[in-house]
């Protein structure tokens, strides 16, 4: 729970929903670890997934992004909320570069330890976000932009960050990009593409 939601609900307020007009959210999966796992034993599954997340965490700390949740092996992150910070995706675009620099997930299952690669969606523009649950309290995210970024990962390719148009806007000036082009995105139709390689040089 973000520190400022948190005091929010310490102070009585019973629901809490904010809209935000611009903010970056960031999938990231690993590739194949579904499939892996079902030869992997339950500790070693844990102890893999640990590991990553854990890392993962350290990121989005180090950027000031909040990590929202992680759903089986897929990890949610977003900048700008609940404090908005112009720079919203420019912060979520290095934390993603550094998923490809850091994190090389090693796997053990029955045949040896396993390399995995990460994919990493990103797109940019309006949420609603607010507070779910009575007992067992959940901060989430709705809206377009949330299911565009998670198709930006699950349509995405392994050891690549893919983003949208929307993002590749935000961030083209300081950035290096190379064009994926139009590809199908379940719900949307065609959108335009990009993968993000890294920043420009001063």
Known sequence: MPKPIAERLKQGESIIADSFSDVTVLFADIVGFTRLSAHASPK????????????????????????????GDAYMVVGGLPTPRPDHAEAVAEMALDIQREITPSFKTEKGDRSLRMRIGIHSGPVVAGVIGTKKFSYDLWGDTVNIASRMESQGLGGRIQVTAATHERLRDKYLFEERGMIQVKGKGEMMTYFLLGRKMD
């Open 44 to 71: 070693d599954l844990v102890i893999a997934l640990n590991e990553i997340f854990s890392k993962l965490d350290r990121l989005a700390e180090q950027h000031g992004l909040e990590k929202i949740k992680t759903l």
